[in-house]
Structure formats: C-alpha cells, structure tokens
C-alpha cells in the first residue's frame, strides 16, 4: 500500500508557529489532506490540497506542497492551547480510499 | 460539520466472544461508510468499505469471516468481531461519507477501544 510518514511529536511554545512535515510515496496521489483529532473526538478535516497545487492558505493555516519531493507540511501560525491534538497526514488517488500517516502529536507549552 | 457517533467507545471481552461495534451518521444519510484499524503509534489502516444494501469490500489481508460488516441502513453499520483475541485488541474507527461538504468528505467516528483478555 501507499506509505505515508510523518514525525510522531512536535512540542511548540504559544504563539510561536508549528511546522508539521509528511512525506508520502505514491506519485498518483491527487489529494492531500491534514486531519486534527482531538482527545474523544473523531478526525476532523483541517484542510485539504490537490496535486496541483502548491500551497493553500485557511486563516492560521498554511499548507505546502512539493510534488516533485512528495513533501506536504502544515504550518499553523501563532500556536494556541486549543492547538493541542494529533495531527494526522492522509492522501489518495480518487478522494475515496484514504491512506493515512500514524500522526503527529501537538503538545503546545504556554 | 456532520456527527459519526460509535458505541461503545470502549469494550473488554473475554478472548473467543463477539463484540459488536455501532457507527452511525447522526444528520445526515451515509451512502459509504469505512472501517479502520488504528495500533499504537500507527497510521489508520483501511479494513472496509461498506455501501448501504450491498456486501462490504475487504482490504487485502482482513479476514471478512472474522471482521462481520452490516451497513443495514443509511445511518447504521456495525462491525462484528467474531471469536475476539488478544491480537484483535485495537482502536476501530469508522467514518462516513454521503452527507455532502467539501468533495464528499468523510466524517469520522470518535473511536472504539477494544481489549481482549
């Protein structure tokens, strides 16, 4: 199957931005997404970009995209509390089967 | 955005019994629903895909006799494990598509944690 990897921790301080990277292998990936879970909650989508595409920006959020390296990162800026969560990486080829990263978890110290 | 609910959210069974896990769209009618396996550290691997009224389809490895899937209706599918062992203790998630949102998102489930002694 499609593999996707991305760091499993990442410890900022408040109100400095956090950077999470994932790379993934199958060059037909066509849509990528970021996904937050929170503690007793389901994934909830963050955001998400097509291929072709190299960069989205939602508020906080900016997500970038390298095809070329298979590169994806999250960028939120100015880190809150409420920032605090796993931050899960997925990508697939017809926006139906996902595949998924094991998750980056946020720890945000004031 | 739409609510999956599970139940329950966790279980421990004693090793060779059936457990029975529930997935439901709360507001809106799921036409697909997925069922995914998460360990520890571990990326969510995709074990099914239901469609509503027709057989699930098995990922690669996942033993459908083991691994019941019924999506009866659009807002219900259940996830039996039949004669649970030890090694079938995980996290289960489900998540559902149907109910419209950006590129028929998928909504997820909040999981089930289920231990089998």
């Known amino acids: 199957g499609e593999d996707v990897e991305q760091s499993l921790f990442l410890s900022v301080r408040e109100g400095d931005s956090s950077v999470i990277n994932c790379t993934y292998t199958d060059s037909s990936s066509t849509y990528l997404y970021w996904y937050k879970q929170e503690p007793g909650a389901g994934l909830q989508l963050l955001t998400y970009?097509?291929?072709?595409?190299d960069m989205k920006q939602d508020q906080r959020l900016t997500v970038l995209l390298n095809k070329k390296d298979k590169h994806l990162s999250l960028r939120i800026a100015d880190t809150q509390t409420g920032d605090s969560a796993i931050y899960f990486c997925?990508?697939?080829?017809?926006?139906?089967?996902?595949?998924f990263g094991a998750g980056t978890t946020v720890t945000v110290r004031a | 955005g739409a609510v999956v609910s599970q139940h329950p959210s966790w279980v421990i069974c004693k090793s060779g019994t059936s457990v029975k896990i529930e997935c439901r769209s709360l507001d809106f009618q799921a036409t697909t629903m997925f069922w995914y396996r998460q360990f520890p550290k571990q990326s969510l691997m995709l074990m099914a895909t239901s469609n509503e009224g027709s057989k699930a389809t098995y990922e690669q490895g996942v033993e459908k006799d083991k691994f019941l899937i019924n999506h009866a209706s659009l807002t219900l599918s259940t996830l039996t494990v039949t004669s649970a062992h030890p090694e079938d203790s995980s996290f289960y998630i489900c998540s559902a598509r149907g109910g419209g949102g950006i590129n028929n998102e998928q909504f997820f489930g909040p999981g089930t944690r289920l231990t089998v002694l």
């Open positions: 970009i097509f291929s072709n595409m």
């Open positions: 997925a990508e697939s080829e017809n926006d139906y089967k996902l595949s």
